[in-house]
């Protein structure tokens, strides 16, 4: 490495089943010169998220796929050090969808989505990749708007010990919740879910019956379930839910990796029979309000009244078997990977 080239994660193979190491590769190539408008920004944490699995397919989605021989596709934190662009100086803390890069050189506009971002000063920069950037927010308008939890509801988290899954619970907390249940895999991760976010009980779905412990929990029903991961988990919840509950679909990290799509939930009848509300949605529908988000939920964190948790792997080469421990279950809260001091 010298200090005229950039390394960058390109997408190599389409992922056919569980996404391989192997399906990218490392590439280097001289940095351009920066044009009028352009800062040079030099990545120092990497993001990483369940949805990237997706990306990586070709099929259409919110996001165009990442193409092959493409940098794949990240959230980024980093240090502007150089600048042609009139609102951005050398030296400030910049977050962006800059991707698995050391170095990127990008059109200065600002912006929630595809621009660059300035990381408000206090800030810990990769708070930015995590409770404050798109989990945190997808998190937010999850839980309020699309769930619209209200005070005294019954609420179920599933994926509840991830980033996007652990802020979720606890802004139900927030919001007035009578009460509030993780499902999480292990018992260090039920553990942080009832002792550090504070929710009222955590079932650990690897050694526990999740669909025995939700009757046990919540006797009366769901009201509201907030849903990361499909599959059994899901079946088992539509079979607690409250009669006119509502469940919002978030994620479903469970099939992201099959070959073949599993079968759909079993209890699907379960909606009809318990008139439930189901709703999908994506962060994007919601991006023009996330300075709203932002300031209720960087007020709950300065206040302490939500907590967060983040894995931070280390290593620009360590960007594969990183994103590999989200689908392996290894990651408490944001999934990280630091590759600069």
Same mark, same amino acid.
């Given at each position: 490495?010298?200090?005229?080239?950039?390394?960058?994660?390109?997408?190599?193979?389409r992922p056919?089943?569980?996404?391989?190491?192997?399906?990218f590769?490392?590439?280097?190539?001289?940095?351009?010169?920066?044009?009028?408008?352009?800062?040079?920004?030099?990545?120092? @944490?990497?993001?990483?998220?369940?949805?990237?699995?997706?990306?990586?397919?070709?099929?259409?989605s @919110?996001?165009?796929?990442?193409?092959?021989?493409?940098?794949?596709?990240a959230?980024?934190?980093?240090?502007v050090?150089?600048?042609?662009?009139?609102?951005?100086?050398?030296?400030?803390?910049?977050?962006?969808?800059?991707?698995?890069?050391?170095?990127?050189?990008?059109?200065?506009?600002?912006?929630?989505?595809?621009? #660059?971002?300035?990381?408000?000063?206090?800030?810990?920069?990769?708070?930015?990749?995590?409770? *404050?950037?798109?989990?945190?927010?997808?998190? @937010?308008?999850?839980?309020?708007?699309?769930?619209?939890?209200?005070?005294? &509801?019954?609420?179920?988290?599933?994926?509840?010990?991830?980033?996007?899954?652990?802020?979720?619970?606890?802004?139900?907390?927030?919001?007035?919740?009578?009460?509030?249940?993780?499902?999480?895999?292990?018992?260090?991760?039920?553990?942080?879910?009832?002792?550090?976010?504070?929710?009222?009980?955590?079932?650990? @779905?690897?050694?526990?019956?999740?669909?025995?412990? *939700?009757?046990?929990?919540?006797?009366?029903?769901? &009201? *509201?379930?907030?849903?990361?991961?499909?599959?059994?988990?899901?079946?088992?919840? *539509?079979?607690n839910?409250?009669?006119?509950?509502?469940?919002?679909?978030?994620?479903?990290?469970?099939?992201?990796?099959?070959?073949?799509?599993?079968?759909?939930?079993?209890?699907?009848?379960?909606?009809?029979?318990?008139?439930?509300?189901?709703?999908?949605?994506?962060?994007? &529908?919601?991006?023009?309000?996330?300075?709203?988000?932002?300031?209720?939920?960087?007020?709950?964190?300065?206040?302490?009244?939500? &907590?967060?948790?983040?894995?931070?792997?280390?290593?620009?080469?360590?960007?594969?078997?990183?994103?590999?421990?989200?689908?392996?279950?290894?990651?408490?809260?944001?999934?990280? #990977?630091?590759?600069?001091?």
């Amino acid at each position: 490495m010298t200090e005229n080239t950039n390394g960058q994660w390109r997408l190599r193979t389409r992922p056919h089943g569980m996404v391989k190491e192997s399906d990218f590769e490392l590439v280097r190539e001289p940095i351009p010169e920066l044009e009028e408008g352009q800062v040079h920004v030099r990545n120092h @944490y990497l993001a990483f998220e369940p949805a990237m699995r997706g990306w990586l397919d070709d099929v259409p989605s @919110y996001l165009p796929p990442v193409g092959i021989g493409e940098v794949m596709r990240a959230s980024t934190v980093g240090k502007v050090i150089a600048s042609k662009h009139s609102g951005f100086e050398v030296g400030e803390t910049v977050s962006g969808m800059l991707g698995w890069q050391e170095h990127a050189i990008v059109e200065g506009d600002p912006g929630p989505m595809g621009g #660059l971002s300035r990381v408000p000063a206090g800030v810990p920069p990769q708070i930015m990749l995590g409770a *404050l950037g798109v989990t945190g927010l997808t998190a @937010y308008f999850g839980m309020t708007e699309v769930g619209g939890v209200k005070e005294g &509801d019954k609420v179920l988290v599933s994926g509840a010990a991830g980033a996007t899954g652990s802020v979720a619970a606890q802004i139900a907390k927030r919001r007035g919740a009578s009460k509030v249940v993780g499902i999480a895999g292990g018992p260090e991760k039920c553990a942080w879910l009832t002792e550090k976010a504070g929710l009222d009980a955590a079932i650990d @779905y690897k050694s526990e019956d999740v669909h025995s412990r *939700l009757g046990e929990e919540f006797p009366d029903g769901v &009201d *509201l379930f907030f849903d990361n991961v499909g599959g059994p988990i899901l079946d088992d919840a *539509l079979q607690n839910m409250a009669w006119f509950g509502r469940v919002v679909l978030c994620g479903g990290i469970s099939g992201y990796n099959e070959e073949q799509l599993p079968p759909g939930p079993r209890h699907y009848m379960q909606i009809v029979i318990r008139r439930l509300t189901v709703k999908g949605f994506i962060l994007l &529908d919601h991006i023009a309000r996330a300075g709203e988000a932002m300031g209720e939920l960087s007020g709950w964190i300065k206040n302490g009244e939500i &907590d967060y948790a983040e894995d931070v792997q280390e290593g620009f080469e360590n960007a594969p078997s990183t994103l590999l421990r989200l689908y392996q279950g290894k990651n408490l809260g944001k999934q990280l #990977l630091k590759i600069i001091d």
